[in-house]
Each structure stands twice: as structure tokens, then as C-alpha cells.
């Protein structure tokens, strides 16, 4: 019976040990993963590109936060985030909150909920809006 217990404590151990090696990946850096050239933006409307989306362009946030001088801020905690791109890099997001996030406006009083972010953006500003530490691989659910 000890010998038993031995290896189901052992066999335990090592998936536990298994599964913080070969969980999700962590720090994903989303710039290297979709690299821009551009310097300035493309602001006339001919100069729009097609873009793409995938289910392996879904990623997990442990958090965002976005801050508009002081005049907004938007917050959520864990979330889901897809990334549309062209062959220019990423140019826009898609956050999706796992238990909602608040935008608070300064001046105005309380915060309002939110169930999801739109961003369209440059795309080299994709690191400064989500930091490779807030970035790993979108769960399975």
C-alpha cells in the first residue's frame, strides 16, 4: 500500500511539474509575432489593406488597461483578445473581458461597465497596448 501511495505521489509530482513546463506559453511579445516596416500611418482611404483574423489569432490577457491622458481609462482583468492584421503588422484588437471591465471618464462620476474594447491602432503601438507580460496563449474554453 506505501508503495502505492509512493508512486501516486511521484506520478503527481511530475504532471504537476509537466504542466507548469509545458503550459501556456507566457510573454508573448505581439509585435515580433506581427512585425511592422511602417513608419507613419496610412490615413486616405485607398490606402486601406485587407486584413486577417484566425482562431490563431486569439491570445489571453492577464489584464488591460488602456489610459487616455487623464480624460479615460478603460480596465478590465483577465480577457480574451483577438488581433486583425495586414501584411503592414497588427491594426486592430478585439478585447473581450472574461467578467467585464469598467471605462471611467474623469469628471463624470462613476464608472460604467463594458463587455468588450474595439482598437484600431498603428501598428507599432501593438507592445504599448498590450505589454508582452500581460500576453500568453489563449486557453482551450
Known amino acids: ?33 506581427y512585425p ?6 496610412a490615413v486616405q482611404p485607398d ?28 480596465e478590465t482583468g483577465p480577457a480574451k483578445l483577438g488581433i486583425g492584421y495586414c501584411r503592414d503588422g497588427a491594426v486592430w484588437a478585439i478585447v473581450i473581458p472574461a467578467e467585464g471591465g469598467k471605462l471611467s471618464r474623469f469628471g463624470v462620476g462613476a464608472s460604467e461597465d463594458i463587455a468588450h474594447v474595439w482598437l484600431r491602432f498603428h501598428p507599432r503601438q501593438i507592445d504599448r497596448l498590450f505589454p508582452p507580460t500581460t500576453v500568453s496563449a489563449a486557453s482551450a474554453t
Open 47 to 74: 490606402q486601406a489593406r485587407p486584413w486577417q483574423f484566425g482562431p490563431e489569432d486569439v491570445f489571453q490577457l492577464s489584464r488591460f488597461c488602456l489610459q487616455v491622458g487623464d480624460q479615460l481609462k478603460v
Open 1 to 33: 500500500m506505501k508503495k502505492i501511495l509512493w508512486i501516486v505521489a511521484a506520478l503527481a509530482v511530475v504532471l504537476g511539474l509537466a504542466a507548469i513546463v509545458y503550459g501556456p506559453p507566457r510573454n508573448i511579445d505581439l509585435l515580433r509575432r
Open 36 to 41: 511592422t516596416t511602417l513608419t507613419a500611418g
